[in-house]
């Protein structure tokens, strides 16, 4: 099947809009972050209903998207967050697969319900490969997020074989799901009686300051906890700062910590927590 490489050209970027994938893996020892799509479930059906690669590389778009125009014909799909996208200015719904001829436009709005949004495309995008992902991250990847001007490549078939009638009823119950799984965490114990009590009673908010890195909650947990020797930490281990602060670590997160580790979120929860906005809450429950 002859496969041409086009580009997508970037007439317009807001808010912020890079390439992910799987993550990066196995450079945890030079003190490379795991990276990789913030919701991997939503990154994975974007492929899936494309039927990439599962390590396909994908646009990941936060607060509102950007203008594109696609050199080639090709096949996209969105999933994640809900927003207002728009094909030659006709709108379109998440999980429709949609067929876009040679200079086609698709617009992205602001993001309505969520955080981040995936764009897959047919056979993924082709950005340079650094320490084995095509995810970016500053310092690592040539590039850390869309500009106005940019191009990213892709390659268009001659013969597209993607359903383009599939379109599943997506199900957004992760928007309200409040309940947060996790298993204890390393230090766990080292917390009194009452302290864990207060935890797993407490429905916390998310705070402001959250991004790639990590999402703080915005609830104090008072401790005298001791602090760490550097640890090992993972996408998903929950920080309690000397503070009182809970930080949950996210994809771009520092690979070792000092602080307690009270707790390790389940994969499904990361992705459930990584698409809440400010002011909603949240409830952690341990898995036994």
């Not at 067929?99 to 993001?111: H, P, Q, T, Y």
Request: glycine share 8%; net charge neutral; hydrophobic share 40%.
């Amino acid at each position: 099947m002859l496969k041409t490489p086009s580009y997508i050209h970037f007439i317009k970027s807001n808010g912020y809009c890079t390439v992910q994938d799987q993550g990066r893996f196995g450079f945890a020892d030079l003190g490379v972050p795991y990276s990789g799509a913030m919701d991997q479930f939503s990154y994975t059906l974007a492929n899936k209903l494309l039927r990439n690669t599962e390590d396909s590389a994908v646009l990941e778009i936060a607060i509102a998207g950007p203008t594109m125009v696609f050199e080639m014909a090709t096949k996209i799909v969105f999933t994640g967050a809900q927003a207002e996208i728009f094909h030659n200015g006709n709108p379109i719904q998440l999980g429709q697969i949609i067929s876009l001829n040679a200079e086609d436009e698709i617009v992205v709005g602001k993001i309505i319900r969520g955080q981040w949004l995936y764009m897959g495309i047919e056979g993924g995008l082709e950005t340079p490969i650094f320490m084995d992902s095509r995810s970016w991250f500053a310092g690592i990847s040539t590039f850390s997020k869309i500009q106005k001007g940019d191009t990213i490549c892709y390659f268009s078939e001659e013969k597209l074989n993607v359903n383009t009638l599939s379109h599943p009823k997506l199900t957004n119950s992760w928007f309200e799901n409040e309940k947060i799984n996790v298993y204890k965490g390393p230090e766990w114990k080292a917390l009194p009686d009452r302290l864990k009590t207060q935890i797993l009673f407490t429905t916390f908010k998310i705070s402001r300051n959250s991004n790639r890195m990590g999402i703080q909650l915005e609830e104090l947990i008072p401790n005298q906890l001791d602090q760490l020797l550097t640890s090992p930490v993972y996408p998903g281990t929950v920080q309690l700062t000397p503070a009182g602060k809970l930080i949950v670590l996210m994809r771009d997160a520092q690979v070792t910590g000092g602080y307690p580790r009270i707790f390790q979120l389940s994969d499904d929860s990361i992705n459930i927590i990584a698409q809440k906005s400010f002011g909603q809450k949240v409830k952690f429950s341990i898995i036994f």
